[in-house]
């Protein structure tokens, strides 16, 4: 993708969730967050706006904004709110000055949701 990234990452996000346990919808998220970004991609001009450099490039492989008819099906699904809030996330998660938490809070938080958590060493 002209150095942008990687084509159908979201696909490879997603199985490499799957693979390692996680349960159904947190892979299915991840999948439709190009999704997400194409529908704010149509739907919000000034998302489109803010859109860092690599993001615009990457769009345009991805199949630019939503038509109106895709808008209106992604829209339908059960996930696509769970799917914008995801993106907003990962928009937040481009600010190379956030502060996050350190990796075992999250790790916390997914034992104290009763998920299976493997986290590589």
Excluded at 76 to 104: G, H, I, M, T, Y
Aim: glycine letters at 6%; proline letters at 6%.
């Amino acid at each position: 993708m002209n150095d942008f990234g990687v084509f159908n990452h979201e696909k490879f996000g997603a199985e490499a969730l799957r693979r390692a346990g996680f349960q159904e919808p947190i892979p299915d998220l991840v999948e439709r967050h190009v999704l997400a970004k194409r529908y704010l991609a149509w739907k919000d001009p000034d998302y489109r706006e803010k859109l860092s450099e690599a993001s615009h490039g990457t769009l345009q492989f991805q199949g630019g904004a939503m038509t109106e008819a895709e808008a209106k099906d992604f829209e339908k699904d059960p996930l696509s709110q769970c799917a914008l809030q995801l993106r907003f996330w990962d928009e937040s998660a481009k600010n190379p000055k956030a502060q996050v938490p350190s990796l075992d809070h999250y790790k916390m938080l997914l034992e104290m949701s009763g998920e299976e958590v493997f986290i590589a060493p």
